[in-house]
């Protein structure tokens, strides 16, 4: 089971993943039985953001986080993530990892800038170019009004609009570093 520090099980998740592991598990062992030859599962995240548990937005996602000891391998020079070698993740049917990834705005925009100069200094060392000019200038608004709109962010209140405000601007600050890193580069 790999885990951020950031991020906690939920009673569900625990449960099952205990059931799943254990041999003094509940009677009900047989309804893991399905289960058994998969190597790895992709576990329900869910974005919590101003002491409120997102729903929408584009908050949640399903990253591959328990797995078989020696069935892949762990990727990526930025935001790890974890590589079956030989076979295809499930989707576990129940629970979720609850993601506090930011304590507070000030420490969202730390790691917003933290993470943007890095992206982009990783665009110039494997030779990412930077993206047609319009789609550069038109992508916040457009990843807002998905987030927001056709993602119903709005259905989360007061967080889920400063949640959608806050990262419409992270892929447009990513290209404006990688296009101020190619400027001085040249």
Known sequence: MSVDADEV???ELRGFIEAFCTKNAPKK?????PYKSVEGFLI?????FLGRKLRFG?????P???FKKGSGSFNGAIHEHFDLARSRPCKLPLGELLHYSYEDLSDYFNRFNLYTSRIAQNHIKTGRKMPWRPFHILR????FLVRYFFRLGFLDGYPGYCYAVVSCFYTFIKYAKLLELS???K
Request: no cysteine.
């Open 9 to 11: 099980l939920s009673t």
């Open 29 to 33: 062992r047989a309804s893991y039985e």
């Open 44 to 48: 329900k995240r869910r974005l919590v």
């Open 58 to 62: 584009k908050t949640v996602d399903y």
């Open 64 to 66: 591959l986080r328990f």
């Open 140 to 143: 916040p608004w457009t990843e």
């Open 183 to 185: 400027q001085k580069e």
